[in-house]
C-alpha cells in the first residue's frame, strides 16, 4: 500500500523547487540594487528611478534575439530619454566577461543603464521564464506591460505601449 505523506510531500518539494510566476501587468515592480556592468563599483536601483517610466530588461549573452532587441531599445531610449524614459538592461551572465565580450560585438553601442544579476536572484524576484523579458514600469513603479521574447513588430508594440505613460 502506498504511503500518502511521503508521495504528498515530494509533491508538495516538487512544486516548491518550481520558479515563481512571472509578474503581471498591474503589479507593483520589486525594487532592486545592482551593480553596474561597468565594473566600477556604482549601483543602480530602482526605487532611485521612481518618477521615470523605466523599462527593465533581462538579457543574456547566449540569447539571440537579444542581439536585436538591445540595440532596438537604444533607439526608444534616445527618441525618449528626455521625456522621462529609463532603461536598465539587467544581464544575468556569470561569468560576466560573458556579457561584456557580447557587448563589444554589437555594432550599436548601447547609451542606457546595464545591469549585471550574476546570481539571478533579481530574475527570479520577476519570474523571468526566458530571453529576453522586459517590464515596462510607470512612473509609480507599477508595471505596465510584461514582454517575452522579441521577435518582427515588438519595438512598435512596446512605444506603444510607453507613449501614454510619458
Request: glycine share 6%; charged share 25%.
Amino acid at each position: 500500500m502506498l504511503n500518502v505523506r511521503p508521495a504528498l510531500m515530494i509533491i508538495v518539494l516538487w512544486l516548491l523547487s518550481w520558479p515563481a510566476l512571472a509578474l503581471e501587468e498591474g503589479e507593483p515592480a520589486p525594487d532592486f540594487t545592482l551593480p553596474t556592468l561597468g565594473g566600477d563599483g556604482e549601483t543602480i536601483t530602482l526605487s532611485d528611478l521612481r518618477g521615470q517610466v523605466v523599462y527593465v530588461d533581462f538579457w543574456a549573452s547566449w540569447c539571440l534575439p537579444c542581439v536585436r532587441s538591445l540595440p532596438e531599445i537604444s533607439m526608444l531610449y534616445d527618441d525618449y530619454h528626455d521625456q522621462g524614459f529609463e532603461v536598465v538592461a539587467i544581464t544575468i551572465d556569470n561569468p560576466i566577461e560573458d556579457a561584456n565580450a557580447f557587448l563589444e560585438e554589437l555594432d550599436t553601442p548601447l547609451d542606457y543603464r546595464l545591469a549585471a544579476d550574476t546570481d539571478a536572484d533579481v530574475m527570479d524576484a520577476y519570474g523571468v521564464r526566458g530571453m529576453p523579458t522586459s517590464f515596462l514600469v510607470d512612473r509609480d513603479g507599477t508595471i505596465r506591460m510584461v514582454h517575452e521574447g522579441y521577435r518582427d513588430g515588438d519595438l512598435q508594440r512596446i512605444e506603444n505601449a510607453l507613449q501614454p505613460l510619458l
